[in-house]
């Protein structure tokens, strides 16, 4: 079992920044992958950001490209991200999720596809 713990959510302004941060923990656990998801009201769970935990290659939704950077710290298993120049579009839950498991495939997009997942944490972002 991993239990991933988000941090940092709020109420900012547009145009403002947050940093929000994921602790996982457990035992005897592997990362292959950790990745930010985020979920409006009325709306599917979608994909913001990853990171793969051996190289550190990121990856981002084209919605947040250029404005957010996710970042991990391999010593404390924890994962960033910074999220810059907010909308209040950014508005929803964030999720952290974890890839523990070896994947055969990579499909960072897909919620399924990653083996836990933290409580949330609020994000709004006014106008």
């Known amino acids: 079992q991993v239990q991933l713990v988000e941090s940092g959510g709020g109420l900012v302004q547009a145009g403002g920044s947050l940093r929000l941060s994921c602790a996982a923990s457990?035992?005897?656990?592997?990362?292959?992958?950790m990745g930010w998801f985020r979920q409006a009201p009325g709306k599917e769970r979608e994909f913001v950001a990853a990171?793969?935990?051996?190289?550190?290659?990121?990856y981002y939704a084209d919605s947040v490209k250029g404005r957010f950077t996710i970042s991990r710290d391999s010593a404390k298993n924890t994962v960033d991200l910074q999220m810059n120049s907010l909308k209040p579009e950014d508005t929803a839950v964030y999720y952290c999720?974890?890839?523990?498991?070896?994947?055969?495939?990579?499909?960072?997009?897909?919620?399924?596809?990653?083996?836990?997942w933290g409580q949330g944490t609020q994000v709004t972002v006014s106008s």
């Open positions: 999720a974890i890839r523990s498991t070896l994947p055969y495939a990579q499909d960072l997009g897909r919620s399924g596809w990653y083996n836990y």
């Open positions: 457990g035992r005897s656990f592997s990362t292959y992958y």
């Open positions: 990171i793969r935990w051996g190289s550190g290659i990121t």
